[in-house]
């Protein structure tokens, strides 16, 4: 390709192996022959002081586990105009692809040596002092002798991951189908977190699907079957599942540590199915005997297009040739995986990563920022309404930070939806603060909200800000932030009641509606409604005697005066073809009736009568 140099450092192209959101991957050729993959950044993200310190811990963490189990640094110069990182290169498929496009779920022997591998590769992890944190198929590359873990994009050190994956405000951190418990609730991380991750994986090797289901019913419902339910191991071969469950262990002190499961009990025969490996064999001798120009290169950096024409047609017959040879049985080989990139690991392909990462406490390049100490905190106001009857509000968190940086995640809740977002800092004094360019992070439902407007944020008293963005102004409190947002009068199991006209005294309503309520931070999915009611035959009007069930889950969107929760979405895994699709907003209010405790539900597209719930 026009753009692709020569040569990046000392290492000569070969050709490209993959092309990602965060830049260009390449194989190469060192002086003495070594093949390696070069991860090239893309000149707009080497423009960004935030980003360039991202890539350099990538490649730090890289560096500390020194290739056990995972790829080894070759080089890199992460200061470089285009920064760079050469990693041994890996002749081997993804999980994903193999398990997907290649040859489908593998046998209990190569998934207990899998087991044995991944198990040895985490324990060099985790004695590096560090967590991975998004261990997933497509993270995983299946090699003749045996798994290689990759990409370290989120990987933290253990004494500074207090926050699990999410953010105080739920911005997913990590894969949603292949997260621990502790991540989906915001906790404090462990090594038992990649553990738990393993177990996920381990799954979806021996059977083909994620254990707690595919984005594709919806990402807050995978999120809370991964808190609060049991995983699906249906079709888990029966020497798997005391291996399985073990890693799936909600509680992570109950979970096997790696130096346990290196020593899983594996046969006398190759990890691998013969017929995969005589393939992994094949298609790797025949990438790396691509070969390039023998003369010894000259350590240069990357180049403009038109300096990179010398050479330019003998890339290209390589770069075809590579190609051949990765896309050979049906699936592209994966190099490395990018952070915040396109890639999938659930059986049908739904998206394997969302959310924004972890807003720092202090500035990016870890000065202080010039947020002043007042502004920093949740804050949250009514756009529409009033206080106790909201149609619709507002809620920023502030962090610490610099201009230019995301400092601010806001959470918008309307009737109809729920957008949350990232907003840059524009400028801060002792009296105000201005956010401009935002982004969306979470949109409820799928694809229907757009980036928050330029916003600005003027000190009236140390609890209350004017928030103002175009023609809107209004005033927000200060509320709570945290993994432990929600008032503990609320947390539980709660039940609605219904009044039946004429009911003998005997009667017992077959109808069901229930909510559950979970701590954790704004923006995660931690109310989960069920809902069971008789059937009705369609022409007669008549009950059948069959139940219909549906459930759905919807976000936490605030915890100022009230609870305001995102509209619900419909879990199609778990609900029947006559449940209704997502409802409105909601807001929640507990007070007494009859000596009990009453939670009452209201909807924020429009007035009316709440539903009343009771505890279960």
Not at 107 to 133: E, K, M, Q, T, Y
Not at 340 to 360: E, F, H, I, L, M
Not at 486 to 494: E, I, N, R, S
Not at 513 to 542: I, S
Request: hydrophobic share 40%; net charge negative.
């Amino acid at each position: 390709m026009p753009e692709d140099p020569p040569q990046i450092g000392p290492f000569r192209l070969l050709g490209r192996l993959g092309v990602g959101g965060m830049g260009r991957v390449y194989l190469a050729r060192s002086a003495g022959g070594r093949t390696v993959a070069v991860k090239l950044v893309r000149a707009e993200l080497a423009a960004q002081d935030e980003f360039r310190r991202r890539f350099a811990r990538e490649v730090e963490a890289l560096e500390r586990v020194g290739g056990t189990g995972t790829t080894p640094v070759i080089a890199s110069d992460t200061d470089a105009e285009s920064p760079w990182v050469a990693i041994g290169y890996v002749p081997g498929p993804s999980l994903r692809s193999v398990v997907v496009d290649q040859y489908g779920p593998l046998p209990a022997n190569s998934v207990r040596a899998l087991a044995a591998g991944l198990a040895d590769a985490l324990g060099h992890i985790h004695s590096a002092g560090l967590l991975h944190r998004d261990l997933k198929p497509s993270n995983i590359l299946l090699t003749v002798d045996g798994p290689r873990i990759i990409d370290f994009g989120i990987a933290r050190a253990v004494d500074t991951v207090t926050d699990g994956g999410l953010t105080t405000t739920g911005a997913v951190v990590g894969s949603p189908g292949f997260m621990s418990p502790e991540q989906v609730r915001g906790e404090r991380l462990t090594p038992a977190s990649d553990i738990f991750c393993m177990g996920a994986v381990l799954a979806y090797a021996a059977t083909g699907r994620p254990p707690f289901g595919s984005a594709d019913s919806g990402v807050h419902a995978v999120l809370f079957r991964i808190a609060h339910e049991e995983p699906d191991l249906a079709g888990l071969p029966p020497e798997l599942d005391p291996l399985v469950r073990r890693c799936l262990d909600k509680d992570p002190a109950a979970r096997p540590t790696a130096a346990e499961l290196v020593n899983v009990p594996l046969p006398e025969e190759p990890w691998l199915p013969a017929g995969l490996l005589a393939g992994l064999g094949r298609h790797a001798a025949r990438l790396l005997d691509a070969d390039g120009d023998p003369t010894p290169p000259t350590p240069v950096v990357p180049a403009p297009a038109a300096a990179a024409a010398p050479g330019r047609r003998r890339r290209t017959v390589l770069a075809a040739a590579s190609a051949a040879a990765v896309l050979a049985a049906a699936g592209t080989f994966a190099v490395l995986s990018w952070h915040g990139g396109s890639g999938t690991d659930n059986a049908k392909g739904a998206p394997g990563r969302t959310g924004a990462p972890v807003a720092s406490s202090v500035g990016a390049d870890g000065s202080d920022g010039i947020v002043p100490d007042d502004f920093l905190g949740a804050w949250e106001g009514v756009l529409r309404g009033s206080a106790d009857a909201p149609y619709e509000t507002g809620r920023i968190e502030i962090t610490q930070g610099r201009a230019g940086e995301k400092a601010g995640v806001y959470v918008h809740v309307t009737g109809e939806r729920l957008c949350m977002g990232r907003s840059t800092l524009v400028s801060a004094d002792a009296d105000r603060i201005v956010f401009g360019e935002s982004d969306v992070t979470t949109s409820v439902p799928e694809k229907r909200c757009t980036p928050a407007a330029h916003q600005t944020l003027t000190v009236r008293s140390p609890e209350v800000l004017e928030w103002t963005s175009g023609d809107v102004s209004t005033t927000f409190h200060r509320s709570k932030s945290g993994p432990r947002t929600v008032p503990p009068a609320f947390v539980g199991h709660w039940q609605q009641k219904f009044d039946v006209l004429d009911a003998p005294p005997d009667y017992e309503d077959p109808r069901t509606f229930e909510m559950t309520v979970t701590q954790g931070p704004v923006g995660a999915p931690l109310v989960r409604f069920t809902e069971n009611y008789p059937r009705t035959d369609d022409e007669t009007g008549e009950q059948t005697g069959d139940m219909v069930n549906c459930a759905s889950t919807a976000v936490l969107g605030g915890v100022g005066d009230l609870v305001i929760l995102g509209p619900p979405t419909l879990d199609p895994g778990q609900s029947d073809p006559e449940c209704s699709p997502a409802g409105s907003a909601q807001n929640l209010r507990i007070d007494r009736f009859e000596g009990k405790e009453r939670l009452l539900m209201y909807g924020m597209s429009a007035d009316g009568e709440p539903a009343e719930y009771f505890r279960k």
